[in-house]
């Protein structure tokens, strides 16, 4: 027995301050990014920032005394190599929360999330489905679903213009077409009329069809999903050409500065939903402390990205929900997460967003900026808009 206890007591003053706490299992947060592949700018921009709230943290102490780990791989942007590496990093170091690449992803390991891994999960998605605790109680996202963004935009134009004429122009994927049902259930409730729905790929530069066919509508708004800066920079630029007076909208993707820079001088033509504060908004507590961070640590870097503001938010959260989990009997179990997590309600965030209240696995609640040409910056022209 003396032998046993001297080398347990070895063991712990080996590995100094957070002994105890990896024979306990310390936080761990595992994540697949998309460093390469259409997304690699998020990827790159979101990994940054679970490495700085992490960094930050265990700065502060970590949770209540135990040092947070951060693993991460490639997941390319493909469905079969982000899975594998999911199920690699959770072989490896059995992490309590994970964070996914994508859509397709999310929804491809939902039912296993449910099922086998039981872990507190979120991604670069902001699918409907990841936002539903009955049918999947270990995922959620840091924003309000697409079909929410889409209802904070339906919600402006509703106010704007009643009853206007709007099409849906989407991406051929699942990122473009998973709000397009929801989208059309809000509009109608909300007395607007969709008039169009337009298809395109990614970086589709010939657009003259589906241009026509919206003047032909007599389109009012078109709201845009499943993109990032292509095809949207081409229909605004050609709609002037052709002659389709719409206003051009999107969803939390495509409303960043890149889109913006694409546009010039027309970047006033395009108004978007976004979740987040913006890194320019410099009276924002929260911006304040990003902007220290970043030119102390990164004095090259002169912009995070809302890639960069999702990850740190869903970070933040994360930090979170293992402070309240650490405090109940089990710890870091599964469902001690998931009920930490739930459990969080008017969390200050610091203006990143609106204090933070957590409902039904999302955070139902948006801003819609409008470009400036003059800045390249996007501009708030609404007040938070909710979505409960």
């Known amino acids: 027995m003396k032998k046993i206890s001297f080398c347990i007591l070895s063991l712990i003053l080996f590995l100094g301050p957070f002994g105890i706490a990896i024979a306990q299992q310390l936080p761990t947060i595992a994540a697949v990014h998309p460093f ?6 998020a990827g790159i921009e979101g990994s940054a920032a679970m490495q700085d709230v992490v960094d930050m943290a265990n ?31 959770y072989a490896q170091y059995t992490p309590q929360v994970m964070f996914g690449q994508s859509t397709g992803m999310t929804k491809a390991l939902g039912p296993e999330i449910k099922s086998r891994y039981k872990v507190l999960y979120s991604a670069y998605t902001m699918t409907s489905e ?33 009853g206007a004429n709007i099409a849906f122009f989407y991406g ?24 169009a729905e337009e298809v395109s790929q990614v970086g589709g530069v010939d ?40 206003k051009f909208m ?37 911006m304040k402390k990003i902007k220290e961070w970043t030119k102390k640590k990164f004095p090259t870097i002169e912009y995070r990205s809302q890639a960069y503001m999702q990850n740190f938010l869903t970070t933040l959260l994360f930090v ?42 999302s955070i139902p609640v948006g801003r819609v900026y409008r470009g400036n040409a003059r800045t390249m910056q996007l501009d708030p022209i609404s007040d938070w808009i909710r979505m409960d």
């Open 320 to 361: 979170e929900s293992f402070k309240r989990a650490d405090k109940m009997k089990g710890g870091f179990t599964p469902d001690n997460m998931v009920q930490a997590f739930q459990s969080i309600k008017n969390y200050d965030v610091g203006g990143l967003m609106p204090p933070v209240t957590i409902k039904d696995n």
């Open 207 to 246: 657009l003259t069809t589906q241009i026509l066919d919206m003047k032909a509508k007599k389109v009012d708004y078109c709201i845009f999903q499943g993109f990032v800066s292509n095809p949207i920079a081409t229909v605004i630029k050609q709609s002037k050409d052709y002659g389709l007076n719409a």
């Open 130 to 162: 990841a936002a539903n605790p009955k049918e999947n109680p270990y995922l959620f996202i840091a924003a309000p679903t697409y079909a929410e963004q889409f209802g904070v935009l339906l919600k402006y134009i509703a106010k704007e213009k009643p």
């Open 172 to 195: 051929d994927s699942e990122f473009g077409r998973e709000p397009i049902p929801a989208g059309r259930e809000m509009a109608k409730k909300m007395g607007l009329n969709v008039v």
């Open 250 to 286: 999107g969803t939390f993707w495509s409303t960043e500065k890149q889109l913006i820079k694409e546009l010039g001088p027309l970047a006033g033509e395009y108004v978007g939903v976004s979740a987040y504060s913006f890194f320019y908004q410099d009276d924002l507590p929260m």
């Open 36 to 41: 390469t592949g259409p997304f690699a700018f």
């Open 59 to 89: 700065e502060a102490g970590g949770v209540n005394g135990k040092k947070i780990l951060y693993y991460w791989s490639d997941g390319e942007y493909k469905n079969d190599v982000g899975i594998a590496a999911f199920k690699r990093l």
